[in-house]
């Protein structure tokens, strides 16, 4: 059980090995990588029937372009980058290993809309797969990462505060936002906004559930413990980081479908993006060079 900052951490450590992170790692572990490996291949079938057949998406134009933008990014970033860190992860690199719990992040975020937010079509049973499998893989990730050899690796120069300060104003730029226009509209009856993208209600409903409820709250949290120096603070304030740079690739190729493909009220160029952005990756990158520090090894620790 992990309590308190790094410095109280507590593990066992086969000798030699002080510092490193595990290789084998416990069974969760395990599944979590094996989980995947089957995840890989099905989410770029998954991306390449989206963009490849016409008639998928049974949606207004709108909803198609965004999807079909969002599987274009899986296709061409998501995938590779998933299956680039899925070894090394596998064995022991904390930088690896980071950046697959963002990948899984963002794949459950993403099809998370494709199961809620769409009509039945061909690929459904492929979208439900793809969802199930982001979510158990990440809950098995997270159950079986060494937490406190990962943090370890995190020397006083990693920029905590600044770090903290990012994903805090992220987090609390995005809730206010939503909340906002969920309170004006309770009040008022005005309709809810949601940034440039052009979507019907139901769209937007579903992104404020899946904002709301997970992203700001996991923003908050990890601003929060890594502002402490907890354990738990680096690995969540990484991978909510790294899920953040993809998610935004995805928002602004959503934004280039939907005005190529002519959406009536849609614009190509969000001028907030690249501030958004730069804080994203700003993040992403500060932990992911202190996360190299810490060097993998080759004895595990199963139980």
Same mark, same amino acid.
């Given at each position: 059980?992990?309590?308190?900052?790094?410095?109280?951490?507590?593990r066992?450590?086969?000798?030699?090995?002080?510092?490193r992170?595990?290789?084998?790692?416990?069974?969760?572990?395990? /599944?979590?990588?094996? #989980?995947?490996?089957? =995840?890989?291949? @099905?989410?770029? &079938?998954a991306? !390449? +029937? %989206?963009? $490849?057949?016409?008639?998928?998406?049974?949606?207004?134009?709108?909803?198609?372009?965004?999807?079909?933008?969002?599987?274009?990014?899986?296709?061409?970033?998501?995938?590779?980058?998933?299956?680039?860190?899925?070894?090394p992860?596998?064995?022991?690199?904390?930088?690896?290993q980071?950046?697959?719990?963002?990948?899984?992040?963002?794949?459950?975020?993403t099809?998370?809309?494709?199961v809620?937010?769409?009509?039945?079509?061909?690929?459904?049973?492929?979208?439900?797969?793809?969802?199930?499998? /982001?979510?158990?893989? #990440?809950?098995?990730? =997270?159950?079986? @990462?060494?937490? &406190?050899?990962? !943090? +370890? %690796?995190? $020397?006083?120069?990693?920029?905590?505060?600044?770090?903290?300060?990012?994903?805090?104003?992220?987090?609390?730029?995005?809730?206010?936002?939503w909340?906002?226009?969920?309170?004006?509209?309770?009040?008022?009856?005005?309709?809810?906004?949601?940034?440039l993208?052009?979507?019907?209600?139901?769209?937007?409903?579903?992104a404020?559930?899946?904002?709301?409820?997970?992203?700001?709250?996991t923003?908050?949290?990890?601003a929060v413990?890594?502002?402490?120096?907890?354990?738990?603070?680096?690995?969540? /304030?990484?991978?909510?980081?790294?899920?953040?740079?993809?998610?935004?690739?995805?928002?602004?190729? !959503?934004?280039?479908?939907?005005?190529?493909?002519?959406?009536?009220?849609?614009?190509?160029?969000?001028?907030?993006?690249?501030?958004?952005?730069?804080?994203?990756?700003?993040?992403?990158?500060?932990?992911?060079?202190?996360?190299?520090a810490?060097?993998?090894?080759?004895?595990?620790?199963?139980?």
């Amino acid at each position: 059980m992990i309590r308190g900052s790094v410095t109280e951490q507590h593990r066992v450590e086969a000798p030699g090995t002080a510092g490193r992170l595990t290789d084998a790692g416990p069974p969760a572990l395990r /599944a979590a990588r094996l #989980l995947s490996a089957v =995840l890989l291949p @099905l989410m770029a &079938a998954a991306a !390449a +029937a %989206g963009l $490849g057949i016409d008639e998928l998406y049974r949606e207004t134009e709108p909803v198609t372009a965004m999807l079909r933008a969002y599987d274009l990014v899986t296709l061409v970033v998501a995938v590779p980058v998933l299956a680039v860190c899925l070894s090394p992860a596998g064995r022991g690199s904390p930088r690896a290993q980071l950046v697959w719990l963002g990948m899984l992040g963002y794949a459950g975020y993403t099809y998370a809309i494709y199961v809620f937010g769409t009509s039945f079509n061909a690929a459904f049973l492929l979208h439900v797969a793809l969802f199930s499998l /982001a979510v158990f893989a #990440l809950v098995l990730a =997270l159950g079986g @990462l060494d937490v &406190a050899a990962i !943090a +370890a %690796g995190f $020397g006083r120069r990693t920029p905590v505060r600044l770090v903290s300060a990012l994903l805090a104003l992220l987090g609390a730029g995005l809730g206010a936002m939503w909340v906002f226009y969920s309170v004006r509209f309770a009040v008022t009856g005005s309709p809810p906004e949601e940034s440039l993208l052009v979507l019907p209600d139901t769209y937007l409903h579903l992104a404020y559930v899946l904002d709301l409820a997970f992203l700001v709250p996991t923003y908050l949290v990890a601003a929060v413990l890594l502002w402490r120096r907890h354990a738990w603070g680096y690995v969540l /304030a990484t991978g909510v980081a790294v899920f953040s740079v993809v998610y935004q690739v995805n928002y602004v190729a !959503a934004l280039l479908f939907q005005w190529r493909a002519g959406v009536p009220g849609s614009v190509a160029f969000d001028p907030q993006e690249p501030f958004v952005i730069a804080l994203c990756v700003l993040a992403a990158g500060a932990l992911l060079r202190s996360a190299s520090a810490a060097r993998p090894s080759r004895t595990g620790r199963d139980g």
